[in-house]
């Protein structure tokens, strides 16, 4: 019976800019139940949760079709504001607290108690006063239904991260007119003693009817908190399941699932399969959001090595504290080499190359031509493209006929569509942005190639341009490439290895042909647990 149910969404379809991210979902919560909601990066969680809460991104964007049920009638969620008032609250990732201001103030923000003072009486309820002390006594609650025993008056700012994830849920159950919560990856950020006092507190929420869609990563806390499970993949509901009747694997194979096409190439048997040409020891970078915690890793010569893990564990961090963005420590070695780390020039020296995840704000001069963003790093650091002013050697000067010729042969090579080399980078599509990354970084002759998340934010045509060209740099200029991605299909796709990384470090390594299941226990850390569940 539909009455059971406080939140339905029926047939949820959206699109950004022609691609379809979500595909006539269906999801339906019940009043005071934990209904978990899991799925791989890009699976589409998050633009499901914007639906819900009534995001402007959703809204500036084309809007979404099918129907929101809550509380048995169909609604039209515009804005937060009509999420709220409906009685939908959200706890981001991402903190949305006011610093400087304190924990209550923080709770009862939108929501002060005021009381009358001598001028309110004659000037009328404008001029009222904040009722601290009743404030105060809200907040305190709020926080012990969640385990917290702190001072509800310290100031947001200087407190652990954990503290202010618990400061987001107090203030979310502070509304009284709260029927369900959207808790986004509400423990990432919490120790695991922390995790168990949030999963507790749960509990006790959803125990007084308050309904809790919970999105983890974390296959483990979803079989001990929830009631049921909603499994998300490529932008569909792939599964519904009561959490009684669920294991570790069968998530995880359900999560990672798909028709794998090793459309470009097989694993191969090489001469050079066994040569090292990097080792990695104890590597720590700290990466914002992507730190890195201690990794070993050996590449071998000549192989398309993957780095794939879930958002937040460290593999973005791996190549960005090699190549010298990011403070690191620990060893590696370029065959006998030790390489200097924290020294970006000397990585590109020792023939390094890196194209970033970050294209238009790290990668590219938006505001160049594509032949100058083509050899810029080369002038810098090897004085290539360069000839001598009047013959002496010390006045050098662009060598412009060098210059084009280059350029001109890599938009040959890599079918970089565009009006010229020297058009602006800005106008280029993604998918040919992100060759003219890759043009560069060929450009400095690497022997190994480090590649990050090489197809996020371009169309599907596009991406598998890039990785067939990948591959074509790795078979026919045999460059070692490392490449980092969240898609793990692409990962499947045309890596001859992959290694998965949680929490900062090394889980395992695995073959691309291997089960569905081995590879979501080992992005979510439970690869060891497979054998008893």
């Known amino acids: 019976m539909d009455e059971q149910y406080i939140l339905q969404l029926k047939n949820i379809s959206k699109e950004y800019f022609g691609n379809k991210v979500l595909k006539e979902v269906n999801l339906n919560v019940k009043a005071g139940e934990i209904h978990a909601l899991v799925g791989e990066n890009g699976a589409g969680k998050s633009t499901l949760m914007n639906i819900i809460f009534g995001m402007p991104v959703i809204h500036s964007t084309g809007g979404y079709t099918g129907e929101i049920i809550f509380d048995g009638k169909t609604v039209d969620i515009k804005s937060p504001k009509d999420a709220l008032d409906l009685g939908i609250g959200m706890v981001h990732q991402e903190f949305m607290l006011l610093p400087g201001f304190t924990i209550t103030e923080n709770i009862k923000l939108n929501r002060e108690i005021t009381k009358h003072n001598p001028v309110s009486r004659i000037l009328g309820d404008i001029m009222k006063s904040l009722d601290i002390k009743a404030m105060r006594k809200d907040a305190k609650e709020d926080l012990q239904k969640l385990g917290m025993d702190i001072d509800e008056w310290l100031p947001i700012q200087g407190l652990p991260v954990g503290y202010m994830q618990f400061v987001e849920i107090a203030r979310e159950i502070d509304k009284k007119n709260i029927r369900l919560l959207v808790f986004d990856e509400p423990t990432a950020v919490l120790t695991e003693s922390e995790a168990e006092k949030l999963l507790e507190a749960m509990k006790k929420i959803s125990s007084q009817g308050i309904a809790i869609l919970f999105i983890t990563h974390r296959l483990d806390e979803v079989l001990s908190v929830s009631d049921s499970i909603t499994i998300m993949r490529d932008g569909e509901q792939v599964s519904h399941m009561n959490t009684k009747d669920a294991t570790l694997a069968k998530i995880a194979e359900l999560m990672v699932g798909r028709k794998i096409e090793r459309v470009v190439h097989e694993i191969r048997e090489s001469k050079n399969n066994n040569e090292i040409i990097m080792t990695i020891k104890n590597l720590k970078v700290n990466m914002p959001g992507e730190e890195v915690k201690g990794l070993d890793l050996e590449v071998k010569k000549g192989e398309i090595l993957g780095i794939g893990g879930l958002a937040g564990q460290g593999k973005i961090g791996i190549a960005n504290g090699i190549m010298g963005l990011y403070k690191s420590s620990g060893e590696v070695y370029l065959g006998n080499t030790k390489l200097e780390l924290n020294n970006t020039r000397k990585a590109i020296e020792n023939k390094l190359a890196f194209v970033s995840e970050d294209r238009r704000g790290v990668g590219l001069l938006l505001d160049t031509s594509i032949e100058m963003n083509i050899v810029i790093t080369s002038m810098q650091v090897q004085n290539r493209f360069l000839k001598s002013l009047f013959g002496i050697k010390l006045f050098n000067i662009k060598d412009d006929k060098a210059i084009r010729s280059w350029a001109l042969k890599m938009i040959k090579d890599l079918d970089i569509r ?20 890759i043009a560069r970084a060929l450009t400095l002759e690497p022997e190994i190639l480090f590649v990050s998340e090489p197809t996020r934010g371009i169309d599907i045509g596009a991406k598998k341009l890039v990785l067939d060209l990948l ?29 998965i990384i949680y929490d900062g470090k090394l889980e395992g390594i695995l073959n691309p042909t291997d089960s569905d299941a081995d590879f979501g226990l080992m992005m979510a850390g439970k690869y060891g647990a497979k054998e008893v569940v």
């Open 418 to 437: 565009c009006t010229g080399p020297t058009q602006l980078t800005r106008r280029l599509s993604g998918g040919n942005q992100q060759k003219v990354c």
């Open 471 to 499: 591959v074509k740099l790795n078979r026919e200029l045999g460059v070692t490439i490392v490449m980092t991605s969240s898609e793990l299909g692409e990962l499947r796709s045309i890596c001859d290895r992959i290694a």
